[in-house]
């Protein structure tokens, strides 16, 4: 195959794409990642400075604590919290179930989701709770003691 007919073969091939990729560009459509969160397995699990046990110990976590995670590093990850700290934990010491933490002072959850609904009970700030549904914007929590839904800019995630 010649230099030019190589030329115009790739060109046809990725005239598509190049195409696609303009109009999503001009458009502002582009490509979203879906945010990947954990949830610490047990309690008193080691916060570390950096990946591996020989590193410092920050903070110790507690059952349930959700975490964004922002890198992996062989069987460490690195993680943020909801205050933005961010640290390494080693993989096996989280799991996936859906946990969220109250970010406020007090919030109120409520019988149904929306600001209508009856209060049925207080979360305070740092409480964690299972996340069990979600219905616009508004998160379906449960906890030992209290289950109720809560908007969703009173948790994180």
């Known amino acids: 195959m010649k230099p030019l007919q190589w030329f115009a073969l790739v060109n ?15 458009t502002g459509v582009h490509t979203v990642f879906a945010a990947e969160y954990f949830s610490v397995v047990k309690n008193g699990v080691n916060l570390r400075s950096g ?6 110990a920050i903070f110790q976590l507690p059952a349930g604590y ?6 992996r590093k062989g069987n460490w990850l690195k993680v943020q919290d909801y205050e ?10 989280v ?17 149904g989701p929306n600001t209508s609904s009856s209060e049925v009970g207080k979360a305070a700030k740092e409480v964690i709770l299972s996340r069990t549904g979600r219905q616009g914007d ?20």
């Not at 990946?51 to 410092?56: D, K, L, M, N």
């Not at 959700?66 to 890198?71: A, G, K």
């Not at 933005?84 to 010491?93: A, M, P, V, Y």
């Not at 799991?95 to 959850?109: D, F, M, N």
Request: proline letters at 8%; a positive charge; zero cysteines.
């Open 12 to 26: 046809r091939q990725l005239a598509p794409l190049l195409l696609l990729t303009a109009i999503m560009l001009t």
């Open 51 to 56: 990946p591996g046990t020989h590193t410092e």
């Open 66 to 71: 959700p975490l964004l995670l922002l890198e």
């Open 84 to 93: 933005g700290d961010k640290g390494w934990i080693e993989q096996s010491l």
């Open 95 to 111: 799991g996936t179930s859906p946990r969220v933490i109250v970010r406020v002072r007090e919030a109120k959850v409520r019988s």
């Open 138 to 157: 508004w998160v379906k929590v449960s906890h030992p003691d209290l289950s109720g839904w809560i908007h969703k800019d009173l948790l994180w995630p």
